[in-house]
């Protein structure tokens, strides 16, 4: 799970038309369900999820509280939502690119750096162990897990940095030579 | 993996998707001490107060005891003979309880090998008990997620999920909901590869990152999109409703309809909220005199909290509640 997307609206579960005083009641209900100490959310989220969606519902209700702020919110545009299998990290992107074949560790690595993308950053954005993606970049395929996995942990460092993710995670996996990878232990 | 999803607008309409005829219900809750026996025993008199047929099911299989919820003697026969085969019917154990329309068969008390039925047998059970003729089978789970209890739970028409407002009676009621969505999952995947997804979900700390239902979703849509096509209609049709029971406060009643949008938004999960049952000593006292408090003129505020409930399952509608 990451940072909750969807519109401010979304996040405090109120329609854009909502006024003043239904917007209150969101936030209220919210800080109910979210909030310290909260009862049932009890064990559904980890401290930093749950630290990540207080952070949300906050942000959300600063600014459609504020009638100037959400005047501007309503007038921008907004991106389009992605459906829930096309989970694209809250990062800023570039245009996705597409990098020649074959795609090696060392060449994701090139692209990170250059963009400016700490592996700490894809890490927390996709709950995909640093140590993964230490090994991706490394090629060190023996350590990696199956590829059915593997391929959603490209898609997801092709994604923060700016790369097409289905492509760069297809290219990468053309080029381990491996029958049958087995997952390894986390 | 997933984005939470947005918060639902609190229900205000009767849930307009056509119901499969509401027959087979069933309570679980994943731990013990939270009423679930009680409230089985309560609801099934309720409804047979209503001019329902009912049969009460004792499926707590090593610990039975609904007999002593009704006030009634540990019948003679119990599921475990049918179970073992020495008795034939199903229908030849069930036994009156001095309510008119309310019928009870008994858990197995008597010996633990009941607690572990198999595959076969349980299967036998359930049809015997689908193909009961009544207009409400109502089965009472044991505690715990295993295989035995949620696969009750699942083959029922309405799944009834107690808790209380205590953090451990929550843990138990996510890891209940989640284990039984997994279970459903697994038989519904098709494919090698979809199925080892999701047994590698079951495991909690598997290194895939799947943490949630709908990380399962995205990671089985990467290998295959029909699989997951599959896979989400499963989920779309696994609607278990919550009932929080032992209820002290508003806030306590409003936890029902905030654990609904938890599951919504964060396990992708449409669960609805049956009700509240308030807390009374008067129950209690009940208990202690071995009387169903349901029956009880002192039965008070739980007993129309039961009655609610019953209505509105009957009805198929979910309460609404402005949540505080």
């Known amino acids: 799970m990451k940072t909750p997307r969807g519109t401010h609206y979304e996040i405090l579960g109120i329609e854009p038309s909502a006024t003043g005083e239904e917007l209150e009641e969101a936030y ?44 501007e919110y309503d007038a921008s545009p907004r991106e389009p939502e992605p459906d829930d299998t096309d989970a694209a990290p809250d990062l800023p992107r570039p245009e996705p690119a597409v990098l020649p074949e074959p795609v090696t560790g060392p060449d994701l690595r090139r692209v990170r750096e250059a963009r400016g993308v700490a592996l700490k950053e894809i890490a927390i954005a996709s709950k995909i162990g640093v140590r993964f993606l230490e090994y991706i970049e490394a090629d060190r395929h023996a350590d990696l897990p199956a590829v059915v996995y593997l391929r959603g942990f490209l898609q997801e460092y092709a994604r923060a940095v700016g790369l097409d993710p289905q492509r760069t995670a297809a290219s990468y996996l053309a080029r381990l030579a491996r029958p049958g990878p087995r997952a390894t232990g986390a | 993996m997933s984005a939470a999803q947005p918060i639902a607008a609190p229900a205000r309409v009767p849930s307009a998707s056509p119901h499969p005829p509401r027959r087979i219900w069933s309570i679980g809750g994943g731990k013990g001490g939270i009423g679930k026996s009680l409230l089985a025993a309560s609801l099934g008199a309720q409804l047979a107060r209503m001019g329902k047929r009912v049969v009460l099911v004792d499926a707590d299989l090593g610990g039975a005891n609904l007999h002593t919820c009704l006030g009634v003697a540990g019948p003679p026969l119990t599921l475990g003979d049918f179970i073992q085969r020495r008795v034939e019917r199903i229908e030849d154990v069930a036994v009156e309880t001095g309510r008119p329309g309310l019928r009870l068969i008994s858990g197995a008390s008597d010996f633990l090998s009941a607690a572990n039925i198999n595959y076969a047998q349980k299967v036998r059970v359930l049809n015997r008990i689908k193909a009961l003729d009544v207009d409400v089978v109502l089965m009472d789970l044991g505690a715990g997620t295993a295989y035995n209890i949620i696969d009750f739970f699942l083959a029922s028409d309405v799944s009834l999920l107690v808790v209380v407002p205590e953090p451990t009676s929550i843990e138990n009621g996510y890891r209940f909901i989640k284990s039984a969505l997994y279970r459903r999952l697994r038989r519904a995947a098709q ?54 029971n032992q209820v002290r406060s508003d806030a306590d009643a409003a936890i029902g309809q905030q654990l609904v949008t938890a599951c919504a938004r964060h396990l992708g999960i449409r669960s609805t909220y049956a009700g509240f049952v308030r807390y009374d000593d008067a129950v209690w006292r009940c208990v202690r005199q071995r009387r169903l408090f349901v029956d009880d003129p002192e039965g008070g505020r739980p007993a129309e909290d039961v009655q609610k409930i019953a209505a509105g399952l009957l009805k198929g509608e979910n309460l609404t509640l402005p949540w505080s």
């Open chain 1, 28 to 71: 209220r209900r919210c800080l109910a369900l979210y909030g310290e100490g909260a009862l049932a959310i009890y064990s559904l989220l980890e401290p930093e999820e749950l630290r990540a969606v207080r952070a949300r519902v906050d942000e959300a209700y600063r600014v459609l509280s504020d009638p100037d702020r959400r005047r």
């Open chain 2, 191 to 244: 494919g090698d590869e979809v199925r080892r997804i999701v047994d590698s979900a079951i495991d909690a700390r598997n290194p895939s990152g799947i943490r949630t239902p709908l990380d399962l979703l995205a990671a089985v849509e990467r290998e295959d999109a029909a699989a997951a096509e599959a896979l989400r209609r499963e989920l779309r049709g696994y609607q278990p409703h919550f009932i929080v």
